[in-house]
């Protein structure tokens, strides 16, 4: 019964920062478009778009990274080992729904906030962002919950190893 139990401690410690990850990774660009979305938006002539790439997963999900940096600072330039590099590069990552591909990045600030940073980009995808994070997350929980729900009802029934003899 103990190796059970650690066993399945394992697969929630696994899922559990499987969620964090995805959380800590996209969720603070969705709490702060969430904020900005309702929020006059002005065009942040301070910084500057370097690049972006896509990437989509079966047309069914689509993460997409934006660099930016300052618009004093030196162009990023092109490294032989490091695609893109810049002194100061900041990046806002989107997961969303579907196959996205940004025609045109416009970075944007509230206009009572300077330090909130979102894209034209990310705001036009706000509701495919938070629906994918919300299907994620909560297919993530609905399978951790699944394994618990399995759990005790193994334990209840006498679980056994495979091939156990009474």
């Not at 979305?37 to 990437?55: I, M």
């Not at 660099?67 to 032989?80: D, F």
């Not at 495919?128 to 729900?149: D, E, K, N, Q």
Request: charged share 15%; aromatic share 12%.
């Amino acid at each position: 019964m103990g190796k059970a139990i650690f066993a399945f401690g394992l697969i929630l410690l696994f899922f559990g920062g499987l969620l964090a990850l995805v959380g800590t990774h996209y969720g603070p660009g969705l709490v702060t478009d969430y904020r900005a979305q309702n929020q006059r938006l002005v065009t942040d002539h301070s910084l500057r778009v370097e690049r972006w790439r896509c990437t989509a997963r079966t047309m069914i999900v689509s993460m997409c990274t934006v660099y930016y940096g300052s618009a004093s600072a030196p162009a990023a330039t092109r490294g032989r080992n490091t695609p893109y590099v810049s002194a100061e590069q900041e990046q806002l990552n989107y997961l969303m729904l579907g196959y996205a591909r940004p025609n045109k990045v416009v970075l944007l600030h509230p206009a009572g906030d300077r330090n909130a940073v979102v894209s034209s980009f990310g705001i036009e995808n706000f509701g495919s962002r938070l629906a994918a994070f919300a299907l994620f997350a909560g297919g993530l929980l609905a399978f951790v919950a699944y394994l618990i729900v399995k759990a005790i009802r193994s334990d209840k029934a006498g679980w056994q190893p495979a091939g156990a003899v009474n």
